[in-house]
Nanobody
């Protein structure tokens, strides 16, 4: 079955960096667009970034453009999110997602806390 497992979250200082990873299995990873979302306390889940199957197209939320970079390694079935210049308001649980065979699959999420 489809499994997505995020890692790499933790505590970062404002202005700091973190790199998230999402290891995928159970579907043909190299054929599907992958996305990162986040959900802050009391807020709705929002799209952060997405990358097409070959990595040729990458889209970002306006709020993260220029600071975050989404990438993927199809040989490792893994998608990454490099986050630089982090802000306290970006404290959230970060999730990866794939839409596969008419439904969406989510990982369990990884907590990112930005605080001094």
């Amino acid at each position: 079955q489809v499994q997505l497992m995020e890692s790499g979250g933790g505590l970062a200082q404002p202005g700091g960096s973190l790199r998230l990873s999402c290891a995928a299995s159970g579907f043909p990873f190299s054929m599907y667009t992958m996305s990162w979302y986040r959900q802050a306390p009391g807020k709705e889940r929002e799209l952060v970034a997405a990358i097409t199957s070959t990595g040729g197209i990458r889209n970002y939320a306006i709020s993260v453009k220029g600071r975050f970079t989404i990438s993927r390694d199809n040989a490792k079935n893994t998608v990454y999110l490099q986050m630089n210049s982090l802000k306290p308001e970006e404290t959230a649980v970060y999730y990866c997602k794939v839409d596969y065979e008419t439904r969406s699959y989510w990982g369990q999420g990884t907590q990112v806390t930005v605080s001094s």
